[in-house]
């Protein structure tokens, strides 16, 4: 089934999942296996480690299909669920923070048009956050959530959602520009 | 300043593909959920026991209550016995007092009659002698 018509089928997709649909099942993974995977790299820093997250999350979904209302809920769900997970792990230290990455299995730098470099520095950077101010900055700026919606995926007052990224964007900026990889007059 | 480095963030923050596979690694791995979630519990498994027959199911709470109404009863039936017994004893006691009434009448009437009675005349010999 291709991506594109099982998104616009996808709510029909749900019901059928629901029914005990394995084919739907598996079209919902692929519609939202890219945003769990990415959740759990950016929080993990390892692509093993996110592999075993994904899988985690999309297991958990599978036994809570019946409580997912629509499809918008089923997309805050994945994204709550990665990230607390990941910030469950990340505690329990079993993926320490700021662990290296394993030998070939370096986070592949988005295509973009400006310097990798400075992406995989930025990356790199943000793994070095505190988890639960790495999961807002993951919601904020991988997932493009607004504030509101981050504080209710991550149980927190909005304020301190707002906090986590005024400080997280101070510090990174102050780290890029400490590694000479950005001036301040770049940025003003 | 800080839209410029939001932007910046984002755009190396893209989201990136899941590794090849992945869907169906997690197909795989669902029968095996599956199979622990259509596994029976042992008590829905496990032959029921006969029925109870109603005498067997009943017993317990009959005997209570027969215990219940024996003890109601027992205790009703010495509660009388003592009642019929203060109740004769207190006749016993009224019949006596009347008896001891009724002598006591008869010995007053009889002391009565001899005040009232007048002194016989003396005899000769009572003269004499005085």
Do not use: C
Request: overall charge neutral; cysteine-free; charged content about 25%.
């Amino acid at each position: 089934m291709k991506l594109d018509s099982a998104q616009a089928e996808s709510p029909q997709l749900l019901e059928r999942a629901r029914r005990g649909d394995q084919a739907a099942f598996a079209a919902l993974i692929r519609l939202h296996q890219s945003s769990v995977f990415s959740i759990g790299l950016r929080m993990l820093n390892r692509r093993d480690a996110a592999e075993d997250l994904a899988q985690d999350v999309f297991l958990q979904l599978y036994r809570k299909l019946d409580d997912i209302e629509s499809l918008e809920h089923l997309g805050f769900w994945l994204r709550r669920v990665a990230a607390n997970l990941a910030i469950d792990w990340l505690r329990r230290a079993a993926y320490t923070r700021g662990a290296p990455l394993e030998e070939g299995a370096e986070i592949p730098a988005p295509q973009t048009d400006q310097d990798p470099l400075m992406d995989r520095e930025l990356v790199r950077l943000l793994g070095e956050l505190a988890p639960a101010a790495r999961a807002v900055m993951v919601l904020r700026y991988q997932e493009d959530r607004d504030v509101a919606e981050i504080a209710a995926a991550l149980d927190m007052p909005v304020n301190t959602v707002k906090s986590h990224i005024k400080r997280s964007l101070t510090a990174l900026r102050g780290k890029m520009i400490g590694a000479e990889l950005i001036t301040a007059e770049e940025l003003s | 300043m800080n839209e410029e480095f939001e932007n910046r963030l984002r755009r190396a923050l893209r989201p990136v593909d899941a590794p090849a596979g992945f869907a169906e690694r997690v197909m795989h791995a669902l029968p095996a959920q599956q199979a622990a979630s259509n596994v029976v519990p042992l008590a829905i498994v496990r032959k029921p026991s006969a029925p109870m027959s109603a005498w067997r199911r009943f017993s317990t709470p009959a005997a209570l209550a027969a215990s219940l109404l024996v003890a109601v009863f027992t205790g009703q039936h010495v509660a009388a016995l003592k009642a019929e017994r203060e109740q004769q004893a207190g006749l016993a006691a009224s019949r006596e007092l009347m008896q001891a009434l009724r002598l006591t009448s008869q010995k007053l009437d009889l002391a009565y009659e001899a005040v009232q009675r007048p002194a016989p005349a003396p005899t000769v010999d009572e003269e004499n002698r005085s």
